[in-house]
């Protein structure tokens, strides 16, 4: 029966999704372990046997598997398949939305499976919200441990603050070395700027420079943006550049965000913040007429930081022949290019149903679905079997396999989200701050004094509300 909440515990729900961190919820003490052996091996007859001895027919699994996924990802035509390939086995659909993911788990009712991205899985492990899958991978010929990706490194974590190794909690369903570039030729065709190499890559601050030069306006109207990058990911984007330098975005024990009295951070975060204010990006004063991905395959983007990924849309009829996909810039010199989002799965540690879940997680993330996707080019393949699969037929998918091969050489190590607070709180409150400094109503002092006040905020938040 499905837990009632009370008014306060509602109350407090909304308050933390409004902060942006995340609800302690009602998950078991110790993180649950499978409740069978995914795979068993057969006893052995013993040696004084004259027969077999006659046992009853082992029973078809079969149960509810509910999954929060993505209708675009996890089509009705793949359940489907799924059920009619496993009958007993029933795949409840539920659309991704974090709010009532929240209030599921709260209620004791959450859905077995889940879609995250990296972000998430620091703060979900600090809330004991994660099965650890590592029997199932460990027993499975399916998903080898061996075989995965680096990006399921983030699935990986000896704590919430240690990222990268240990037990596992999920796998990607796809992913991209993020930091890549897009250049629009003709931009920089129409300025008689030399376009860059794709086998040497850029400064950020090479970016800058040609973002001033490569920006077009007719009057207070900008045509052609300079340089966009997805605001949502911009403190990814420091954190990515810091690392370059041992530098951390947050103290080391994650409980503060220190950007106002460090001047490194405070050189990473000036030119950013330049290009919003003179107008050579996308900005909360300057928006998209639509999104940077589709203003980028209208023509009115010179340079666009996305990753692999995006090579499926980046060609349109206005700029088909006019892409060029570079490498990831650098701050230092220091070549670094991790996936920032890691799109997969997990299972929550509340499930009931863990083995059943787990034949769907195993198909959704290895069988046909994982085939299909490594097939259309939106994204690296989780599992490295697939990587020859990639699309490779067209010059300029050839050009970005080129590149990206580099990129994947690079086998950059996970960033380490703050496992106290959303995903979105940093670049929420940059985005609020930003306005607020480019319309002149704050110093670019007060905007970090700002960004670091709210996020730090949200951090004492989020660790209150872990029990």
């Keep these: 029966m499905t837990k009632r909440l009370t008014r306060r515990e509602m109350l407090k729900l909304s308050g933390t999704l409004a902060t942006g961190t995340l609800l302690a919820a009602c998950a078991p003490k110790q993180t649950a372990e499978p409740t069978a052996a995914p795979t068993a091996a ?10 077999a001895p006659t046992l009853p027919p082992v ?118 070395p993020d930091f890549t570039l897009y250049l629009y030729k003709r931009a920089f065709e129409d300025k008689g700027i030399e376009l860059p190499s794709d086998t040497t890559p850029l400064t950020y601050q090479e970016v800058f420079d040609l973002a001033k030069q490569l920006a077009a306006f007719e009057g207070d109207r900008t045509t052609m943006f300079g340089f966009d990058w997805e605001y ?14 041992s530098d951390l975005l947050y ?21 950013f913040f330049d290009i919003y204010n003179n107008k050579l990006g996308e900005s909360p ?49 220091v070549r670094r290019d991790p996936t920032m989002t890691a799109t997969g799965m997990v299972m929550t540690a509340a499930t009931k149903v863990a083995d059943i879940a787990w034949q769907v997680f195993e198909w959704y993330n290895g069988g046909q679905p994982a085939l299909d996707r490594a097939g259309s080019g939106w994204g690296v393949p989780a599992l490295k079997s697939l990587y020859n699969r990639m699309p490779n037929e067209t010059a300029f998918q050839q050009q970005v396999q ?44 007060e905007m970090l004094q700002s960004i670091e006040f709210e996020t730090n905020q949200a951090i004492q938040d989020g660790i209150a509300a872990i029990d």
């Design 402 to 445: 080129r590149v990206l091969k580099e990129e994947l050489d690079l086998a950059t190590p996970p960033l380490q989200f703050n496992p106290y607070i959303g995903e979105e709180v940093v670049s929420n409150a940059w985005r609020t701050y930003a306005q607020q400094a480019m319309e002149g109503s704050i110093s670019f002092d």
């Design 251 to 271: 103290s080391e024990d994650y409980t503060e965000i220190r950007l106002a009295d460090n001047q490194t951070v405070r050189d990473v975060i000036q030119p």
């Design 59 to 176: 029973p078809a699994a079969e149960g509810n598997v509910v999954v929060m996924h993505d209708s675009k990802e996890l089509t009705e035509e793949q359940i489907a398949q799924f059920e009619g390939d496993n009958p007993g086995i029933t795949i409840e659909f539920v659309d991704r939305d974090m709010t009532r993911f929240f209030a599921m788990y709260a209620a004791g009712n959450p859905p077995d499976l889940v879609r995250v991205q990296a972000p998430s899985i620091p703060p979900f492990l600090a809330r004991r919200m994660l099965y650890d899958l590592t029997p199932y991978f460990e027993a499975s010929s399916l998903l080898k441990l061996d075989d995965l990706a680096p990006s399921n490194d983030y699935y990986k974590a000896e704590s919430p603050t240690a990222v990268g190794s240990g037990p596992i909690y999920g796998m990607c369903k796809d992913w991209s």
């Design 42 to 51: 057969p006893t052995k007859a013993a040696e004084v046997a004259t027969e």
């Design 232 to 245: 949502g990911w911009t403190d990814r984007i420091w954190m990515n550049i810091l690392a370059e330098t």
């Design 285 to 333: 004063l300057n928006p998209s007429p639509d999104w940077i991905g589709a203003d980028f395959t209208r023509g009115l983007v010179a340079i666009l930081e996305y990753g692999y990924w995006f090579s499926a849309m980046a060609e349109s009829d206005v700029t088909a022949d006019q892409v060029l996909f570079v490498p990831a810039p650098t701050w230092t010199g």
